[in-house]
């Protein structure tokens, strides 16, 4: 149960504080996830400055120490969301950097542990597009960006967020300890390509949290996981050494706890290939935000006739 008392102030196009007052008994497995008192909340609707939005992160978590649930609403909130997350790390201490970690959750696993909260926040933001919770732990239980890549999987205009989302699943629940799986998409080509797939890459994370947290059979084995964001410059791929490098965008899934394990290949294949009878909670018809017909949001108008050889 959670109780909410919200003081709401809107100022131009600055980001919105709002300090909720929840009380709660927690009957689920918390791994190394605490229950506070009282969490400031951050609204993010991409309108603001990435530079804008952080100066209000920082201040609202008192300089990092402090946990945060950020609200961001459709595809730019979320792009600018995990652009200021990547932006953030700790100092250097004993030649370890650590990356913001939050947990993502989409509007269908809202619904179904904190439907007052959703509520509450659906009457507050009205028809703003697909909404998510980010919750950002404070700095002192953030990863570290030494932890080892295990597998990276490209997030391309034609990838189907369904067939994303399986495969990274698969591929978390058996990554090594204190690795990580990363989605990586390349911010270049049109704005609104880049900030689909930037909201694909939130959708597809969203949707694995729901599998682990509300799984449909509960005899199948689970791995809550963690995640951190990061931007970094490469060069596209196929390209000449020393040709013009990009911003690449990265959303890392950080398993925790051993390897899922299963009593035999059957049951994981079988796991690995339809991971919930409703296996795509964050999905609807496959269409983002402002893409009209335009269903893999790269602007060329085919509807996403590429999604076979894209899962191939």
């Not at 979320?78 to 953030?88: D, E, P, Q, R, W």
């Not at 009205?126 to 990276?152: F, I, M, T």
């Not at 689970?222 to 690449?248: D, I, M, N, Y």
């Amino acid at each position: 149960q959670v109780l909410m008392s919200m003081a709401t102030s809107y100022v131009g196009t600055q980001p919105m504080l709002y300090l909720l007052s929840r009380t709660r008994t927690c009957t689920r497995n918390c791994i190394s996830l605490r229950c506070f008192a009282s969490v400031k909340t951050l609204q993010i609707d991409g309108r603001a400055s990435v530079q804008t939005v952080l100066r209000n992160f920082k201040e609202a978590t008192d300089n990092y120490k402090l946990p945060l649930h950020i609200i961001a609403l459709g595809d730019r909130g979320i792009g600018t969301a995990l652009h200021v997350l990547a932006s953030v790390k700790t100092p250097k201490e004993k030649k370890k950097v650590r990356m913001a970690t939050f947990t993502l959750e989409g509007t269908s696993t809202l619904a179904q542990l904190e439907p007052a909260s959703l509520e509450s926040y659906q009457r507050l933001w009205p028809n703003q597009g697909r909404l998510y919770r980010l919750h950002v732990l404070p700095s002192e239980s953030w990863a570290e960006k030494s932890a080892r890549v295990e597998s990276r999987l490209p997030v391309n205009p034609n990838a189907a967020p369904l067939g994303l989302a399986k495969a990274a699943s698969a591929r978390a629940g058996t990554a090594p300890a204190g690795s990580r799986v990363a989605l990586e998409t390349l911010l270049a080509g049109k704005e609104q390509a880049q900030r689909w797939r930037t909201a694909k890459m939130a959708r597809v994370v969203a949707t694995i949290h729901h599998w682990e947290v509300l799984p449909a059979d509960p005899t199948r084995p689970t791995r809550p996981f963690k995640c951190t964001s990061r931007l970094f410059q490469k060069p596209a791929e196929g390209a000449a050494k020393g040709v013009e490098q990009f911003w690449t965008l990265q959303l890392n899934i950080h398993p925790e706890g051993p390897p899922k394990q299963w009593e035999n290949s059957h049951a994981k294949q079988e796991s690995e290939s339809d991971p919930e009878p409703d296996p795509d909670p964050e999905g609807d018809d496959g269409v983002g935000e402002g893409s009209g017909g335009d269903r893999d949001g790269d602007g060329d108008g085919d509807g996403g006739r590429g999604k076979k050889q894209a899962e191939k």
